[in-house]
């Protein structure tokens, strides 16, 4: 027995297999049938993952929105944006945006990412999860949304721009100087915005109310900037008082009289802390953090003696206007003649103030028809791609067709391993037995000849 455990008869396991060979073949098609429907369907169901690259455009750039503030294209999948997109369509009323800003959407920069996947070398790639939507078709339709909104969002910057500013500024002028400066700085930033503009081709050459931006900006520069050089030169002369009385000066003279006082009084205190710190730590070392705070009291001492000085020159330019002279600390009423602005100085001002409002709202139309034309987020694709996910289908069905046909092989080789050698055994007992009878029989047969060979007086040959 334990030579017939010894070695493996390979003969008989090949005999078994051959016997086998439609049960093996069967076994290892179903399995690797069940393996294939199982990874597909079940395994690697909402498992796909859908692709939309896109480009973005705007006449402000995508970096900085229209009112001036900072824009990063990550912010269409924050949660904020998701939730306006998702409101925006009774469609997407099923969607979780908690899950969605939290992985299940996300946006790729093919360009820091040095990705070639992006589609047509667009800029940005979309990627959502299938198990996100309930369905293609509202992914596809999401993903959309999402890149558009980037229109919605420029638009909506264009309403929030504050475009009277410049008009509150007039409005809290204290002289003509800083009147005159701010319709000069109101000027110069609407030619700016035209100047921007017209820089892009096509841009200068769009056309709003019958006219192109260069045209509009032609418009709008005329010939102001000299006349307000005009008027400068004029209230540098002869230092016109804005005003019917002293009143409103001395109103605003002494407000920043009071703000000066104020600023002296903490740069004192601070003054007194930091000598007093010093006076602490002389005979220590000081820290890094130490250092810090004394930079800090340095920092804060410095920006309200600067204040300060601005205020100084402020509350001396209101006294002078009205005639005031000082004496001392104090300003005193001296005994100058004031000079109200003439008619003509002041209806000039007006009529440049005037064209300056009107050079402004000329520039929101045009800046709104621009945008609304150039702004666009403009997709790689007609419809978003899907990539399968989860585990390949292909590689598991070849995996289990190869474990598969090697079990059945194993399972079916050890079933009749032991039958088959029994077999074999029998059957070369019986060839054994046959064997050894023919011989018998044969010498039998050759003792009988020579008997009678004997008998009749033959030898045998």
Known sequence: MEEEVSHIEWSAVWSVLKKRWVWIVCATLAVTLLAGLLTAFVFNDGKD????SFDLFCPSGTEVLPDGRAFSAQSLVYAENL?????GNEAFASLDIAALSAGGLTLTDNAAADNAQGAAGARWTLTAKESGFASYEQANAFMFAVAESFVALVTESLEERDETAWEEDLARASDYDEYISVLQGQYRAVLAEYDALIATRAYADHKTDGLTVAQHRARAAGNAEARLAALQNEQNIYAYVLGDTDHAVLVQARE????RDVNADKISALQE???QLLEKYAQAGLSA????????????????TQRNVELESRIEKLYTSIGYEKSGAEWIKGEGQLLAAPAAFTGELQALRAEIGSATQTLTGVRKDVYARFTRAETAQAQAQVTAGGANVYLISAAA???????????????GYRKQLLEEESLAAGTEKEKKQ?????????????????????KPL
């Open 273 to 275: 802390a930091l000598a």
């Open 401 to 415: 067709a190869v474990i598969a046909a090697g079990v059945a092989c194993m399972f079916f080789a050890l079933a």
């Open 49 to 52: 993952v859908y692709t939309l």
């Open 438 to 458: 023919t011989s018998q029989e044969k010498e039998a047969a050759a003792q009988a000849a020579a008997d009678i060979a004997e008998k009749g007086g033959e």
């Open 256 to 259: 920043l009289e009071r703000e």
């Open 289 to 304: 953090s130490q250092m810090d705070t004394f930079e800090s009291f340095h920092a804060d001492i410095a920006a309200l």
């Open 83 to 87: 939730q306006n997109v998702k409101d």
